[in-house]
């Protein structure tokens, strides 16, 4: 930092995936506007664009053998679980090598939760370090419940729908089947890598991606159990844009959406890692096209199992999109938000998405497909009341009523002026004296002081 006459450096680790790189290099960005230098570390299972957006960081790529093609065969929890186990050794072999070439000069490591190995070398060279949770605070809260769980148990309690229907005791308005669990891969390794992930070890604070006007009642569970500060900075895509896609976006769908009626299109985006069945696709498609309204439809390529793009996909699925939708395989989803057109977001709620969608007053249609998704939906629709959830199997006339619900019924005027109301106010934490705001300058005066 400037008045201490060095230049200090954050090492940041983040997980290769789209929904964790985006915040973390978001939360680089606004570090670096502090003053910081920024050392990205990746692992050379590398999704991490060092484009000319983040010139000023510094990129490190440690070894590790992991592919593409592990990820499709062990699944993400097996991969991330293997990731930490090969990682360690060659982290800590980094930050040996950063020390002793730049001097002692690095204020802290900000890990992704995820990318719990960093603790290692953290550990050795006695080094601050920050836990990063690019997802809810009420996920963790999540995930930390989920972790004391008894896995035999609570599976036979899921498989219960007497039971899995019912709240969670403790977790109002959450329900057993809301919880973090994941259709990839078994409970057990799944609560595993959570039980891994919640654990903080020696880190001096956590840094979460949200709130306190979306989050106030998990914040304060996380600040009383974590027994660290914790720092909501959120929503970073507000506080500190920093394009970091990983795919081309395909940019003439502002154009198609420019000759659309305002508030009148549906905007489908399922993020960058869930699926879908050509059969739902189907259901959706019917009902969009029953419902009558414009819909612009992002199919991410590998998104259909057993198919590259769209190919798959039956004739009747082209014909019915022909008539009002239209089809990309990556979008400017920020800017495809902002749109006057755009009505409504069918999404499958991934956190980044849920901020976004927020942040620029849009309810939505939600279906979770996995994860924290599933949180993040019950909160869309109880909590903040700005969505309406689409559970159970897909048929074309739920679907076209729930277009109906968002788009056309008084229902969906009042989750719009409710969703305007939290994007007001989320644009007022970010800004001077917002509370995520003064929660990042604490951040930064706690690394000055070296008092976390
Ligand atoms: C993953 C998890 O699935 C999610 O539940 C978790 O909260 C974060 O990590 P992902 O599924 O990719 O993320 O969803 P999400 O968090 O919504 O992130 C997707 C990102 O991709 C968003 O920032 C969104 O703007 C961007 N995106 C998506 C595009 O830029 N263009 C698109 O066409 C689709």
Redesign the pocket.
């Known amino acids: 930092m400037e008045e201490l006459g060095v230049k200090r450096r954050i090492v940041l680790v983040p997980v290769p995936?789209?929904?964790?790189v985006?915040p973390i290099m978001q939360l680089g960005k606004a570090l670096y506007s502090k003053g910081f230098s920024i050392t990205v570390v990746l692992t050379q299972y590398n999704r991490v664009s060092s484009s000319k957006d983040f010139s000023d960081f510094h990129f490190l790529t440690i070894p590790g053998s992991l592919t593409e093609s592990d990820l499709k065969n062990l699944g993400p929890f097996k991969f991330l679980f293997k990731l930490n186990q090969i990682c360690e050794a060659s982290f800590k072999q980094c930050i040996g090598q950063l020390l002793q070439e730049q001097g002692n000069d690095i204020a802290c490591v900000v890990y992704d939760e995820y990318m719990y190995f960093s603790q290692a070398a953290v550990k050795e060279f006695q080094l601050p370090s920050v836990l990063f949770s690019?997802?809810s605070a009420t996920a963790f809260v999540c995930r930390s419940v989920l972790s004391r769980v008894n896995a035999e148990s609570f599976l036979l309690d899921m498989k219960d729908p007497k039971v899995s229907d019912k709240e969670f005791p403790g977790l109002h308005p959450l329900r057993y089947k809301d919880l973090p669990t994941s259709a990839f891969g078994p409970l057990e390794s799944i609560l595993k890598v959570y039980s891994e992930t919640v654990n903080i070890r020696t880190a001096s604070a956590v840094i979460i991606n949200s709130t306190s006007c979306l989050e106030s009642s998990s914040l304060a569970w996380l600040q009383k159990q974590l027994q660290v500060p914790v720092y909501p900075i959120g929503p970073l895509?507000i506080a500190a844009s920093a394009p970091s896609?990983l795919l081309e976006?395909d940019r003439s769908c502002l154009e198609w959406l420019n000759k659309q009626k305002i508030g009148s299109v549906i905007y489908i985006?399922l993020?960058?890692?869930?699926l879908m069945e050509t059969k739902d696709m189907l259901e959706m498609a019917w009902g969009l096209r029953n419902s009558n309204q414009p819909f612009l439809w992002?199919i991410?390529p590998g998104s259909i199992p057993g198919s590259e793009w769209t190919e798959s996909l039956p004739e009747e699925f082209s014909r019915l999109v022909s008539e009002r939708g239209y089809i990309?395989k990556?979008?400017?989803?920020?800017e495809v938000l902002r749109h006057p057109a755009v009505g409504g977001f069918w999404s499958?709620c991934?956190?980044?998405?849920?901020l976004?969608s927020i942040g620029e007053g849009v309810p939505m249609i939600c279906r979770p497909f996995?994860?924290?998704?599933k949180v993040n939906a019950r909160y869309l629709e109880r909590v903040w009341r700005i969505g309406v959830q689409l559970e159970g199997e897909l048929d074309k006339g739920t679907v076209e009523r729930a277009v109906e619900r968002l788009i056309m019924d008084e229902e969906g005027a009042e989750m719009r002026k409710r969703v305007i109301n939290l994007k007001e106010k989320l644009q007022a934490s970010v800004k001077s004296r917002g509370s995520s705001f003064s929660s990042i300058d604490n951040f930064v005066n706690s690394l000055k002081m070296m008092n976390f």
């Open positions: 995936a789209q929904g964790h985006t690019t997802t895509h896609s976006e985006s993020g960058s890692l869930a992002v991410r990309v990556w979008a400017p989803q920020i499958h991934g956190w980044n998405s849920t976004e996995t994860g924290d998704q």
